[in-house]
């Protein structure tokens, strides 16, 4: 998954020769973590030119995904150092570069997991951009939003709509429309039931969209405590997640079981609790395997599905679904200069639910 650096620093790709013109430059404020786990240390890099297609955005906030956490950390393997996280963008656009027409100066607009598509692939053309094997993330591989300044593809940047607060937005722009997308993706039905494994920063807000689409909302957590806060957020039912018994009551229960955790589960369990034809379907990024006996799809025809993130056409969706049914994410908020305090809060396991980075 690395991206090339030279693209998030705003030089042309594949230039046809030098150019002879001067270069004006834009010194950016970001914040950047050097080893796994180190802390977030100030720093300043430049931006040159827009290239063609491109728009800066000054950030006004910034959710901290646990995926910015897992970066961090170098759960995955891959991270790139030193890395400047930061995926959850919402800001307002700063200066766009020729060619961009989708948005102007001033808009406020959000920007989630990728900053560029190639725009020609199947994928593409097809509508899921997300799924485009050249997509430059928003920030491995080039500086992310934990900074003052963003750039990307006007094509990857996407208008807040009225009724949605920008101020708890920017976690819509990559958990919200993760946890969307399969009720698109698979035509779920507004009288389907679902279940939601984990009441966190994903599992809150699939509850929430899946109520409003006027589900039937079951939620597995392994907290007590968050019990009452998912009814209050729409869940119908709330089941404790390490009680055997409760699991095997629902036995083919789902049309669509979502899975928001990040760790290994017993997933045969889990699977009896979806209907025949139904569908589990994994949002959380599990360090292992999953361990499931075919006998458990085959015989009643079930699927184990996954998806990431989502196009920027489902996302528009859900940012209208929305404003429509006034939803949005619970949020903690702390200051740019707060960013290490914050980032420890989500690794904690305390947030609740999402945690926000605002000017």
Known sequence: MGMPIAAGLGIVKNPTRPSLEPQ????????????????????TYELTDLGAGEVDIDVDSCGICYSDVSMIDNDWGFTPYPITPGHEIVGRIRAIGPGVANVAVGDVVGLGWNASYCGTCRQCVGGEQNLCPDAESTFIGRPGGY??????????????????????AGPLMCGGVTVFTPFLQYSLSPTARVGVIGFGGLGHMAVKLANAWGCEVTVFTSSDSKADAARQMGA????????????????ESFDLLLSTVNVPLDWNAYLGTVRRQGRLHVLG???????IVNTQLMMANRSVSSSPSGSPTTALTMLDFAARHDIAPVCETFSFDQINDAVDHL?????????VLER
């Open 24 to 43: 004006m430059t834009t010194t950016v404020h970001a914040f950047r973590s050097s080893e796994p786990g180190g802390r977030l240390e100030p720093y």
């Open 147 to 168: 900074a003052d300044i963003v750039r990307a593809d006007a094509a990857a940047v996407l208008p807040i709509p009225d009724g949605v607060d920008p101020r708890t």
């Open 236 to 251: 119908h039912h709330v089941l404790d997640s390490h009680d055997a018994d409760a699991i095997a009551s629902v036995g």
């Open 285 to 291: 990024a599990v360090p292992a395997p999953l361990d």
């Open 347 to 355: 690794r904690s396991g305390q947030a609740r639910f999402r945690v």
